[in-house]
Each structure stands twice: as structure tokens, then as C-alpha cells.
């Protein structure tokens, strides 16, 4: 990316919970996703409440709203809970409803998103990144065209403790280093961060972007939103749109120098 090139813009959502969701949001947030002109939309997991058919269901429709080219990642939520399903079939409703690709890959010529499944079926809430994916950060990531923004999207943040933490969570910071990553984009807390943060043994840094909860009731004393993210040659600048009545606004923005 050169300074005479556009902008990359990325729609960052989170926590759409469909079937536990606000209706007003979900009928008014494909427009206003739409009308950034997103590169890409960023869809870090909890589509649906409890990971039921009539959810996924919802969930598509509204997925189906939302400017294209979309990648879609798991969340916990979207896991059956307690039916046999979690154990043979956890991730069956998912890849029917909304990605066969648990780990999906998204090229343009400007952006380069990688999504990581964060959620394995024997965890509640905490999240893992095996070593495979690891690796595979570091090869399709590293891989981006010079220039080229690289991201990595995931339901659980990378730097959460308690029962948000990621096992392997080392290894995928280690990973985001040697691939040289921009930014990684999660979820899972239901509370919009922004955070530039230098990784271990490395100059390099990242901008980690936590969107807030776009639909879901569930919003944990901070109102309904999605993230805006326009990266250009020189910095990251994160915009966070809330929810106010039957429309949605700006509230807050963050800039971050491109390259730490």
C-alpha cells in the first residue's frame, strides 16, 4: 500500500446473538455497515444465541444484508450447548448456515483476513489456537503481498485472562510477529477496545480491535455497536458506531501510527 492508494476499509461485528438479539438493530445495522463502503466485513463469532437451526437461520438473513466480500468466524455461542450435537457434530449448523471453512481466508489485492476457529467443543467460554494454526498464520499471513494489510480474526481475544484466556496464545503471538500482521480483529466480551501493543521478543506491533455486542440484548453496560477500521499507508484509525434509537452514530475514534 502506497499513500496514493484508497484506504482499506474493514466492518468490524461482533456478538450478534440471533434469537437473544434487539430487533430494531438487527433491521437497521446492514445500512449503516453499507454505508462506509467496507473493503471487507469482519464477523468474529456469536452469530446466534444458542446455536439452534431457527437462530442460524436469522443469522443468515442478516449475514446476507451485509456488504460483500464477508468472512464469518465461531464463537462459543455458536456451539450447540447441551445436546449431543456439541460432542459429533459441533461445528455441523455453523458450516451449513454460514462458512464451511472454519478457518477462512479472504485475498484482495489491498487486505489479506485470515480467520482462526477459536472455539473447540470440551471449552465453556476460554478459547485455543493449536499449533496448526499457528503455522498456518505464519504461512498464509506472511504471504500477503508487501504492502498489503495483513489481519487475523478470531472470537477470543489474544491478550484475555480468565475464562475469556486463549490457550496457546504464545504461540499465536509469535506467530503474529514473524508474519508481520496489522491488525487482529475478536470479540467475545461484549465491550469495544482498541489496544497497539508490541509483542514479546519482537519491534513489531499490533492493533488489536474487540468490537462490542452489534444485536445482542446482552450488552453488558455499554450500548449496542460495531467497529469502522480504515487503514491507509500511514496509520489504523478505529471508529466505534453505537446504536442510539433506530439509527446509529459515531462515537469515539482512535488512530494509530501504520507501522508502530
Known amino acids: 500500500m502506497t499513500a496514493a492508494d484508497p484506504p482499506v476499509v474493514i466492518a468490524h461485528l461482533s456478538d450478534l446473538h440471533l434469537g437473544a438479539h434487539d430487533p430494531v ?36 438473513e442478516l449475514l ?23 460432542l459429533v457434530s459441533p461445528y455441523a449448523r455453523f458450516r451449513h448456515w454460514l462458512e464451511e471453512d472454519l478457518d477462512p481466508v479472504l485475498r484482495l489485492p489491498a487486505v489479506t483476513v485470515m480467520g482462526l476457529e477459536s472455539t ?10 493449536s499449533r496448526r494454526q499457528a503455522d498456518a498464520v505464519r504461512t498464509v499471513l506472511g504471504a500477503a ?4 494489510v495483513r489481519v487475523l ?12 484466556r486463549v490457550v496457546g496464545r504464545d ?6 510477529a514473524a508474519a508481520q500482521v496489522d491488525l487482529v480483529l475478536a470479540g467475545h466480551t461484549h465491550l469495544p477496545a482498541a489496544s497497539s501493543y508490541e509483542l514479546d521478543s519482537s519491534a513489531h506491533r499490533v492493533i488489536e480491535v474487540v468490537a462490542g455486542t452489534a444485536t445482542s ?3 453488558r453496560g455499554v450500548g449496542r455497536s460495531w467497529s469502522v477500521i480504515t487503514v491507509d499507508s500511514d496509520e489504523i484509525v478505529v471508529e466505534e458506531r453505537h446504536q442510539a434509537g433506530s439509527g446509529w452514530h459515531a462515537l469515539g475514534t482512535t488512530r494509530y501510527p501504520r507501522h508502530g
Open 25 to 60: 438493530a438487527a433491521r437497521t445495522l446492514a445500512a449503516d455497515v453499507a454505508a462506509v463502503h467496507p473493503t471487507v466485513t469482519v464477523v468474529t463469532g456469536d452469530c446466534t444465541m444458542r446455536a439452534r437451526t431457527g437462530q442460524f437461520r436469522q443469522a443468515r
Open 64 to 86: 446476507d444484508g451485509l456488504p460483500d466480500p464477508l468472512l464469518v468466524v465461531t464463537g462459543n455461542h455458536d456451539v450447540p450447548l447441551d445436546s449431543p450435537a456439541r
Open 120 to 129: 473447540p467443543r470440551w471449552r465453556w467460554k476460554s478459547g485455543r489456537v
Open 217 to 219: 440484548v446482552r450488552t
Open 145 to 148: 503481498p508487501p504492502g498489503a
Open 171 to 176: 504461540r499465536l503471538l509469535r506467530a503474529l
Open 153 to 164: 480474526a478470531l472470537h477470543h481475544p489474544p491478550r484475555a485472562t480468565g475464562l475469556a
